[in-house]
């Protein structure tokens, strides 16, 4: 009798350990992560003040919506609201990113986030990297309709 009661009150401490260590992890998984925007605040002073030379252009708007369909939607979702599955860029339409200076979002694109799965596209010329801005400006917060297509 006391080995069974033992072997409960063991199997009642295990159960219990599994229980919290599965909250702490999922906690972990479903918490918003804060970081995932925090690149955007590592960009030098110099960066941060470099306008946009297609600020004004629609021309370069429509050339970043095809630069982003061929670079970007894989992993940011067609709609730029973040990937889902297998990819996993986090959304461009999050009020982190279209709150950004221009020349803050040119020096993400051009350095990348490796360590988050962002490449590096500083090989992409830097009229095109200026139209991808231009373009990811364009889109609005999440709650913002999206852009007309030209």
């Known amino acids: 009798m006391k080995v069974v009661l033992a072997a409960m009150c063991i199997c009642g401490i295990l159960l219990l350990a599994s229980v919290l260590l599965a909250n702490g992890q999922n906690e972990k998984k479903t918490a918003p992560s804060g970081d995932v925007y925090a690149e955007l605040g590592k960009a030098p002073e110099k960066a941060r003040l ?12 429509a050339a970043g919506r095809l630069l982003y369909e061929d670079h970007c939607a894989e992993c940011h979702g067609g709609n730029a609201e973040g990937g889902k599955g297998r990819t996993k860029g986090p959304s461009l339409r999050a009020p982190e990113v279209q709150n950004a200076p ?47 297509k030209p």
């Open 50 to 61: 470099r306008a946009n030379p297609f600020e004004n252009d629609a021309k370069a708007m």
């Open 102 to 148: 221009p020349g803050t979002l040119f020096w993400v694109l051009t350095n990348g986030v490796v360590r988050k799965g962002m490449p590096v596209w500083s090989r992409l010329p830097e009229p095109q990297r200026w139209a991808l801005v231009r373009y990811i400006k364009s889109l609005g917060t999440a709650e913002d309709p999206p852009p007309p």
